[in-house]
């Protein structure tokens, strides 16, 4: 099934510094959503850009969407230690049936050094 | 709101057993996801409702596995009998969807479930 993937797997980078991760697709979508999970945790919603959109901020969160290339990158700006969690694209892909389901990648591990 | 609830938070089990697991959606929502997470194969959709009814449970591994929804305010994912590669984390989400398109989903804390 179409399926988001994150890259890279794992991220470590120091406090203040940007993280950015990146997501690719195979199939045409409605919108792109980028979740958290910290471990042991469900995940959280972080931000959601429709397929019309390029570029989408949420406080420190920068979201971008290349449908052409079909793919997407977050942004995190001045990094903090509890910013250290996984990050996940999910996708909602279009079949004949809608595209309720969302399909989430496998994820990118966050460490965020102190 | 209290977000969606699932219990138990941990479930040990032997083989063969079977298994309960029970979610709450978050009032007002029409459809509900259920989720397996492993390290192998990351966050698998089993199955997911919509107004009640099973929309697509193409997820579901066999037929040990089985889902209901008999309202809107309470799901199940049943096992049995349970084996020990059932060992993961099931999530439990919630939406309120319309117009048939993907909306964000509101997860909850998940049941670590462990088959010896």
């Known amino acids: 099934s179409q399926q988001g993937e994150e890259d890279p797997q794992a991220l470590s980078i120091q406090e203040g510094e940007n993280a950015t991760m990146n997501c690719s697709y195979k199939?045409?979508?409605?919108?792109l959503q980028w979740y958290r999970q910290n471990s042991g945790r469900g995940l959280v919603h972080l931000i959601l850009?429709?397929?019309?959109?390029r570029e989408k901020h949420s406080g420190r969160l920068r979201v971008t969407l290349d449908t052409s290339k079909k793919s997407s990158s977050l942004l995190i700006t001045a990094s903090r230690a509890a910013d250290t969690a996984s990050y996940f694209c999910?996708?909602?892909?279009?079949?004949?049936?809608?595209?309720?389901?969302?399909?989430f990648g496998k994820g990118t591990k966050l460490t965020v050094n102190p | 709101d209290a977000g969606v609830i699932q219990s138990p938070r941990h479930e040990v089990t032997e083989m063969g057993q079977e298994v309960t697991l029970r979610c709450k959606p978050i009032?007002?929502?029409?459809?509900l996801f259920w989720y397996r997470q492993t390290m192998m194969r990351g966050l698998e959709l089993l199955i997911y409702?919509?107004?009640?009814?099973?929309?697509?449970d193409s997820g579901m591994p066999e037929d040990r596995f089985s889902a209901k929804m008999p309202n809107a305010s309470f799901s199940t994912l049943k096992i049995q009998p349970s084996e020990p590669r059932d060992s993961a984390v099931y999530f439990c989400?919630?939406?309120?969807?319309?117009?048939?398109?993907?909306?964000?989903?509101?997860f909850g804390s998940g049941t670590q479930l462990s088959v010896l």
């Open positions: 989400a919630s939406s309120f969807l319309w117009g048939g398109l993907g909306e964000k989903l509101f």
């Open positions: 199939t045409s979508i409605n919108n």
């Open positions: 850009i429709r397929s019309n959109e």
């Open positions: 999910a996708t909602p892909p279009i079949t004949q049936g809608g595209s309720e389901k969302l399909v």
């Open positions: 009032s007002g929502h029409n459809s």
């Open positions: 409702f919509n107004n009640n009814v099973p929309i697509d």
